[in-house]
């Protein structure tokens, strides 16, 4: 068998020796790598536009916190309440409903009634009411009548039976008649047709009676409805009776295309509501208010209220003013 000789052997210390140089020397290099990538990784950022910048830095930081560094689970600053802006202030609605005429020309606007309060300022005769009855004829002369409104323009009237007249309420409307044959007609009430005159009975003009029928029928079934005509006068009339002074008066309305329901007299204490009589004028016997600014209201609510109606007796006075149509 072929023997080699082998040289001396090393002392152990020395072969550790020279083996933890090259490993020193390995971990050295591996640690400048990590460095060298590290240095890059962190120069990658310089590049980044400043809005991704912003956006990838905490949002806030509490004052005192001992780290500006924001994880995923750290809790966000609180965010203060949010308080709403005081509502905006809103209108008050106009007292004075839509479409209330403006006629009155030295006085307060004109209100109307609500609809429910209308049925008792009209009394027996309402708005909208379909009224059946009977019509007659009678000789109406000059068209005067206990209305006491004087010679009528026309002698399209009509007097109203005992019950329907109402102590005088009637006085003025204006009534549409219709006869089964299909005539109508409309007229004014200017008169009263006495007991034993049944309720619904119109007493008409013999001109009127016979627009719906022969006079020779004498009595008509008919049914009637009150209006607000577009035909009435322009302007309302008011007329202190004869006899008026500022001690004692009466006076009342002429032309007025609705009802009228009250009138008043402006005294020192407010208004004052007169008493309406059956010969339709409405009375202050203590003269308080004669000679002063009149308030008069439809039966629909209106009111118009006028100045200047000087007690004048037996002169019809014009006011300028009308009620509204409905």
Excluded at 86 to 110: F, K, L
Excluded at 174 to 182: D, F, K, Q
Excluded at 187 to 192: A, L, S, W, Y
Aim: glycine fraction near 10%; hydrophobic fraction near 40%; aromatic fraction near 4%.
């Amino acid at each position: 068998m072929r023997t080699t000789k082998h040289g001396a052997e090393q002392p152990p210390r020395k072969q550790r020796r020279a083996l933890g140089i090259p490993l020193a020397l390995l971990g050295a290099g591996v640690v400048a790598c990590l460095v060298a990538a590290l240095l890059a990784g962190g120069g990658a950022d310089t590049g980044r536009p400043a809005s991704q910048a912003v956006a990838a830095a905490p949002a806030s930081v509490p004052t005192g916190s001992g780290s500006p560094t924001a994880t995923a689970e750290a809790t966000p600053a609180p965010t203060p309440p949010v308080t709403s802006p005081p509502p905006s202030p809103t209108a008050a609605p106009s007292a004075t409903p839509s479409g209330s005429p403006r006629t009155t020309p030295t006085s307060s606007p004109s209100a109307i009634t609500p609809a429910a309060s209308v049925g008792s300022l009209a009394g027996r005769i309402k708005p909208a009411v379909g009224n059946q009855g009977v019509a007659t004829a009678y000789e109406a002369a000059d068209g005067n009548g206990a209305c006491l409104f004087g010679p009528s323009g026309d002698l399209m009237i009509a007097a109203m039976n005992h019950t329907d007249y109402e102590s005088a309420k009637a006085c003025g409307a204006y009534v549409l008649v219709r006869a089964a044959n299909g005539a109508s007609v409309t007229v004014r009430i200017v008169n009263e047709c006495p007991l034993p005159c049944a309720p619904g009975q119109l007493d008409l003009s013999q001109q009127a009676f016979a627009k719906l029928a022969d006079l020779k029928v004498g009595r008509l079934p008919i049914t009637w409805t009150l209006l607000s005509p577009a035909a009435a006068p322009d302007t309302i009339s008011l007329r202190y009776k004869t006899g008026s002074s500022p001690y004692w008066c009466a006076l009342q309305v002429i032309g007025h295309r609705n009802p009228v329901a009250t009138l008043e007299l402006r005294t020192a204490k407010g208004w004052r509501q007169l008493p309406r009589t059956d010969y339709n004028y409405f009375l202050a016997a203590d003269g308080n208010g004669c000679g002063g600014t009149v308030r008069i209201t439809d039966i629909y609510g209106e009111q118009l209220t006028v100045d200047g109606i000087a007690v004048r007796a037996d002169v019809s006075q014009p006011t300028r003013v009308q009620f509204a149509r409905h």
